[in-house]
C-alpha cells in the first residue's frame, strides 16, 4: 500500500521545521580570498572567508574558515566568529581611552569622541565598530590595506581597552531600616538610670592635675 494512502500519516513541511528563532547576533562577510596550498600532487584550491559577528550591544567577534566552497567556508567562520565573541567596555557609546596598535603590518589608532561625533573609520575597521555598538570613535589606519591583518588589528585594539567587561544589571540598592536589622546590637536594649556617688563628684569637680 501506498504511503499516500495512509490518513493517519501526514507529510512533514520541511520548511516549517527549518524556520529558526531570529538571533540576536548580526553578521557581515569582510573578505572571501581564493587561496592555494602546494601539495604532493599538485596545488589545493580552496576559499577562505573573514566574518564578524555582533549584537551591536557590546558583543563582537572574529573569525575565519576555509572550505571547498564559499558557503561552507562562510558557515565555518561564522561559527568560529560565535566561539570567539568578546565583551566591549564603552563609556555611554564611545571607547574609554585612546589606544595604539600594532599588529603585523598594521598600525591603528582609536580615540574616544563626543556625542553625535559617528563612526569616523573605514574598512574592516568600520564593520567592527559598527557591529561591537560603538557609535562614536575616531579611528585612523596606518600600513596595509590587507583585511584579514586590519580586522585581526581592530580585534587586537578592543581587546586592550581598559575597563568592566561583565554582563551586569542595573541594581537599584533598597535602603534598610535600622530596625530591620536581625539581631542588632542596639536594639531594643533597656534604658537604665545610673546616679553618680558623692565620692564620683568629687573626683570629677578636682579636674585633672599638673
Given at each position: 500500500?501506498?504511503?499516500?494512502?495512509?490518513?493517519?500519516?501526514?507529510?512533514?513541511?520541511?520548511?516549517?521545521?527549518?524556520?529558526?528563532?531570529?538571533?540576536?547576533?548580526?553578521?557581515?562577510?569582510?573578505?572571501?580570498?581564493?587561496?592555494?596550498?602546494?601539495?604532493?600532487?599538485?596545488?589545493?584550491?580552496?576559499?577562505?572567508?573573514?566574518?564578524?559577528?555582533?549584537?551591536?550591544?557590546?558583543?563582537?567577534?572574529?573569525?575565519?574558515?576555509?572550505?571547498?566552497?564559499?558557503?561552507?567556508?562562510?558557515?565555518?567562520?561564522?561559527?568560529?566568529?560565535?566561539?570567539?565573541?568578546?565583551?566591549?567596555p564603552?563609556?555611554?557609546?564611545t571607547?574609554?581611552?585612546?589606544?595604539?596598535?600594532?599588529?603585523?603590518?598594521?598600525?591603528?589608532?582609536?580615540?574616544?569622541?563626543?556625542?553625535?561625533?559617528?563612526?569616523?573609520?573605514?574598512?574592516?575597521?568600520?564593520?567592527?565598530?559598527?557591529?561591537?555598538?560603538?557609535?562614536?570613535?575616531?579611528?585612523?589606519?596606518?600600513?596595509?590595506?590587507?583585511?584579514?591583518?586590519?580586522?585581526?588589528?581592530?580585534?587586537?585594539?578592543?581587546?586592550?581597552?581598559?575597563?568592566?567587561?561583565?554582563?551586569?544589571?542595573?541594581?537599584?540598592?533598597?535602603?534598610?531600616?535600622?530596625?530591620?536589622?536581625?539581631?542588632?546590637?542596639?536594639?531594643?536594649?533597656?534604658?537604665?538610670q545610673?546616679?553618680?556617688?558623692?565620692?564620683?563628684?568629687?573626683?570629677?569637680?578636682?579636674?585633672?592635675?599638673?
Amino acid at each position: 500500500m501506498a504511503k499516500t494512502s495512509r490518513p493517519d500519516r501526514k507529510r512533514r513541511d520541511s520548511r516549517r521545521d527549518s524556520r529558526r528563532e531570529p538571533s540576536e547576533f548580526e553578521d557581515a562577510t569582510l573578505s572571501i580570498d581564493r587561496v592555494t596550498r602546494v601539495v604532493k600532487g599538485g596545488r589545493r584550491l580552496r576559499f577562505r572567508a573573514v566574518v564578524v559577528v555582533g549584537n551591536k550591544k557590546g558583543k563582537v567577534g572574529l573569525g575565519t574558515g576555509k572550505a571547498g566552497e564559499v558557503q561552507a567556508a562562510v558557515q565555518k567562520a561564522q561559527r568560529a566568529a560565535k566561539r570567539a565573541l568578546m565583551i566591549i567596555p564603552m563609556v555611554g557609546d564611545t571607547i574609554p581611552h585612546e589606544v595604539n596598535i600594532k599588529h603585523k603590518a598594521a598600525r591603528l589608532r582609536l580615540m574616544p569622541a563626543s556625542k553625535g561625533t559617528g563612526i569616523i573609520a573605514g574598512g574592516p575597521l568600520r564593520v567592527i565598530l559598527d557591529l561591537a555598538g560603538v557609535k562614536d570613535v575616531l579611528a585612523k589606519r596606518f600600513g596595509t590595506g590587507n583585511k584579514l591583518v586590519n580586522a585581526q588589528a581592530a580585534m587586537k585594539a578592543l581587546q586592550s581597552l581598559r575597563g568592566d567587561r561583565s554582563e551586569k544589571a542595573a541594581v537599584v540598592p533598597v535602603p534598610v531600616a535600622k530596625s530591620e536589622i536581625a539581631g542588632h546590637p542596639e536594639e531594643n536594649l533597656p534604658i537604665k538610670q545610673v546616679k553618680a556617688s558623692a565620692e564620683d563628684l568629687k573626683n570629677l569637680n578636682a579636674g585633672p592635675r599638673g
